[in-house]
């Protein structure tokens, strides 16, 4: 167990639609990751962000966004959706920055139909 | 551009023998190398990483990583693998100057008995 929780397991939506995956990092980390994971793509860094304040951006589209809260908890909102965003976005947290390791947690898989 | 390649899609090896995941890296800048593993259906783990220093790395379950500038390398190795070493392996730098993460495609490791 890496300490890092996400929500939901599985989420299963229609083209056009609008979910929200939700991320609880370890305690103590101040950075949180998020990740899409699919067949075609690989693994790609979305966004990162560092104690509430965006950090770094990868390759997220501007239909996908992102925040973290005070309580550093993080939700990435997914809007508009299509058949090529279904895949497994995990959420990651490190201490502090990129040069540290990050804790991966379970994964949502999202299928959108 | 920064860019991380795995050349293997899979290796097979078998249990005891010398396993070694290649990895290679684009030397704009000075990433920091890291490796992680992915067991089905669970996030990625920390593995090792590289930043300065000593060129062999020692990290996670026996595993050992050798840096070499010249060759723009980081490969994965382990003297004797177990068959629960089988999983799916990926390199990542992180070029903090982009503050970027890239991860390679991955590498399926399927040790047999």
């Known amino acids: 167990d890496s300490g890092v929780t996400q929500t939901p397991k599985h989420l299963i939506t229609a083209t056009g639609q609008r979910v929200t995956l939700r991320c609880s990092p370890r305690?103590?980390?101040?950075?949180v990751y998020w990740y899409q994971q699919s067949l075609d793509q690989g693994l790609q860094f979305l966004i990162q962000y560092y104690n509430g304040e965006e950090r770094a951006k990868g390759n997220i589209l501007e239909r996908f966004s992102a925040q973290q809260f005070p309580d550093l908890h993080s939700e990435l909102n997914l809007s508009s959706l299509e058949l090529g965003d279904s895949a497994l976005y995990f959420c990651?947290?490190?201490?502090?920055?990129?040069?540290?390791?990050?804790?991966f947690g379970p994964g949502t898989r999202l299928t959108v139909l | 551009a920064q860019s991380v390649a795995q050349p293997e899609d899979q290796v097979n090896v078998a249990e005891g023998n010398p396993l070694t995941v290649k990895c290679t890296y684009s030397?704009?800048?000075?990433?920091?190398l890291f490796w992680y593993v992915q067991y089905p259906n669970r996030g990625l783990q920390f593995l090792l990483k590289?930043?300065?220093?000593?060129?062999l790395v020692k990290g996670s379950y026996g595993f050992e990583a050798e840096f070499n500038k010249s060759q723009t390398s980081f490969h994965l190795k382990k003297p004797s693998a177990l068959v629960s070493d089988s999983a799916l392996y990926f390199c990542?730098?992180?070029?903090?100057?982009?503050?970027?993460?890239?991860f390679g495609s991955g590498t399926r490791l399927s040790i047999r008995p």
């Open positions: 030397v704009s800048g000075n990433p920091y």
């Open positions: 990542a730098a992180v070029y903090s100057s982009a503050s970027k993460i890239i």
């Open positions: 305690s103590g980390d101040l950075s």
């Open positions: 590289y930043i300065t220093g000593d060129n």
């Open positions: 990651a947290s490190s201490l502090r920055d990129l040069e540290g390791e990050q804790f």
